[in-house]
């Protein structure tokens, strides 16, 4: 079970931007086994920024940024860098993985 720890600082938290973030996150559980995230939400200068750090179950550690004028896009840009690096680190351990299995064969 993926621990969500959501912190705002100068911004409201409303149970639909919580809502959305969990369900945005524990989608990325498709590609990596995620066991605690630590999220922070604020404004600055009438920009919305959310930045995240994610951990992994095999150790990595995955960060991301999302800016815009909105907090629901940014939410979106932040969870698309987080996609792109769990799609990465998923891609590159199955690499790994096939790398190991033709050295045992040959």
């Not at 369900?23 to 995240?52: D, G, P, T, W, Y």
Request: hydrophobic share 35%.
């Amino acid at each position: 079970m993926l621990q969500i720890q959501i912190t705002g600082k100068d911004i409201d938290l409303t149970d639909a931007l919580k809502g959305l973030i969990t369900r945005k996150f524990n989608n990325l559980m498709n590609h990596v086994e995620l066991q605690a995230a630590s999220v922070v939400l604020c404004v600055e200068n009438r920009e919305q920024i959310i930045k995240a750090s994610l951990h992994a179950q095999d150790g990595s550690e995955f960060n991301g940024t999302g800016r815009s004028e909105d907090m629901y896009k940014s939410i979106d840009k932040l969870v698309d860098i987080l996609d792109k690096q769990a799609v990465d680190h998923k891609e590159k351990l199955l690499t790994r993985k096939h790398k190991k299995i033709k050295t045992v064969e040959e």
